[in-house]
């Protein structure tokens, strides 16, 4: 208590001296929702982002499909990092972004995987001998690259063959489960999921087969007046951040 006191009685122009030496600059954190496929990345570009600006970032993981639901029933995301472009251009529809903030942070690759090695042969005619019980794949209903998968099969006449063998995750983190740990014996999953794995074995579908897994980020309205949502759009767009997204086997534009 003496301490306060002894501050009380500073004359106000050296008491604000003080504080203007001792107060360290303002780090603000930024709420941002992420594709469930982006999970790794996202992770390492957020401790960059920190790194660099001081300010945190707090990520919440899951499929676009279900982010975009929570959007419209007032989730308080400041970013959204999605899998699709389609629902950050319909943010901008139904107004919850800022204008002119939305662009494409990675373009994903959709890869067949099994957890056993040879398995997966490099093209991918494993798929048409089809001597596994499940194919997994996320529920494209909400995952842009179980889409993708869909269309895969569909370019490769094998759609309506494999269908009773599909079974689908409730995002791109699950299907990857269903595979690793044998429930699925081979499925679709993210190229960044299995780039730094070791064992298994893998087919990168050609980009020719489905439609471009375009990845859009947007600032929502609720980030507009947050200096760190600012500053993290920003990153995103640096080469640091670049460099991270194609260490994960995605293509930057």
């Known amino acids: 208590m003496k301490s306060v006191g002894l501050l009380a009685r500073l004359s106000g122009p050296i008491a604000v001296v003080c504080a203007l030496n001792v107060a360290p600059a303002a780090a603000a954190t930024v709420q941002i929702a992420v594709a469930s496929n982006f999970l790794e990345p996202a992770r390492e570009i957020a401790a960059a982002f920190t790194a660099q600006t001081g300010h945190d970032a707090n990520l919440s993981f899951a499929p676009s499909g279900q982010v975009y639901v929570q959007l419209t029933h ?4 400041e970013i959204f990092l999605s899998a699709d472009k389609e629902r950050p251009q319909q ?23 099994s957890a056993m090695p040879g398995y997966v042969d490099a093209n991918g005619k494993v798929l048409a ?14 995952a842009p690259y179980g889409l993708a998968a869909i269309e895969t099969l569909g370019k490769l006449g094998l759609y309506d063959r494999l269908k009773p063998k599909i079974v689908k995750g ?23 999921q299995v780039i730094n794995r070791q064992g298994g074995s893998c087919w990168i579908v050609p980009a020719k087969l489905h ?17 760190a949502a600012k500053a993290f759009m920003t990153f995103l767009k640096s080469p640091a951040a670049r460099a991270i997204v194609r260490r994960y086997g995605y293509e930057t534009p």
């Open 74 to 77: 007032g989730a308080p995301f």
């Open 91 to 113: 943010a901008e529809k139904d107004g919850f972004s800022v204008n002119g903030t939305r662009f494409t942070y990675a373009v994903g690759r959709l890869v067949l995987y």
């Open 170 to 192: 409730s995002s791109i983190a699950q299907t990857f489960q269903f595979v690793q740990t044998g429930a699925a014996q081979v499925g679709f999953i993210a190229l960044s």
């Open 211 to 227: 439609s471009p897994i375009d990845q859009q980020a947007v600032l929502l309205k609720t980030g507009a007046n947050n200096p």
């Open 129 to 142: 001998r089809g001597d596994y019980q499940h194919l997994a794949m996320a529920d494209p209903t909400v």
